[in-house]
């Protein structure tokens, strides 16, 4: 009997064997063949997948965002007070345990690839357009302190995730989670009244 493959967790394992070649071996050892050998796949077989070495990086890149997408809909939808589930949603895109430092790593590495290769337009994560729907649903529920200018806050809190998410790679020993929990809740406290 035939073996039935499932095409589309074929496809997420190659990209999760895409991580883990350029956690272990940075972007230049980020070959085809490495991912192959990673995956446990043939260089046919990959190539079954992905035709090209691109089209392969920005489907691990875009799975990164997805996963990210999919845990902060999740801490949507439970049953919490409001700054928590804020909190959550933040702390879902600054490295603050394994998942989430693989995955800035990850990121950082795909980002300056693409910038090199002068394809700015898979370097879009997402964020500066989660944050304003964030801060929009914020506004509605009427959380949003009245003076606050949503369009800088926007930019304001987008910055402050990614100094957050590039320091914490640069220096885990200083901003531990705790510490970025404390950060991000005295921000949200400094735009948002509960």
């Known amino acids: 009997m035939p073996k039935i493959v499932d ?10 064997a895409t991580w883990q070649v350029i956690l272990e071996q940075g972007m230049k050892g980020a070959t085809v063949r490495n991912i192959a050998r990673k995956a446990g796949l043939s260089l046919g077989a990959l190539r079954h997948y992905f035709s090209t070495q691109e089209e392969l990086l920005i489907y691990a890149m875009d799975l990164v965002k997805e996963r990210v997408a999919e845990r902060v809909e999740k801490i949507a939808l439970k049953n919490l007070p409001p700054k928590e589930v804020v909190l959550q949603m933040l702390l879902e895109i600054v490295p603050t345990n394994e998942t989430t430092r693989a995955e800035m ?36 529920a009427q959380f949003l302190k009245k003076e606050i200018d949503k369009d800088l806050e926007t930019e304001r809190l987008c910055a402050l995730i990614d100094g957050l998410a590039i320091h914490t790679i640069l220096n885990p020993e200083r901003l531990t989670k705790e510490r970025i929990i404390s950060i991000l809740a005295h921000h949200i406290d400094e735009i948002c009244h509960f």
Do not use: C, M, P, T
């Not at 095409?7 to 999760?16: L, P, S, V, Y």
């Not at 980002?111 to 509605?140: A, C, H, M, P, T």
């Open 7 to 16: 095409h589309d967790n074929r496809k997420k394992a190659i990209a999760e």
């Open 105 to 140: 790593e990850v990121w950082l590495e795909f980002v300056l690839y693409f910038r090199n290769k002068g394809n700015r337009e898979s370097q879009n994560d997402g964020i500066l357009e989660g944050i304003q729907k964030l801060l929009d649903s914020l506004d509605r």
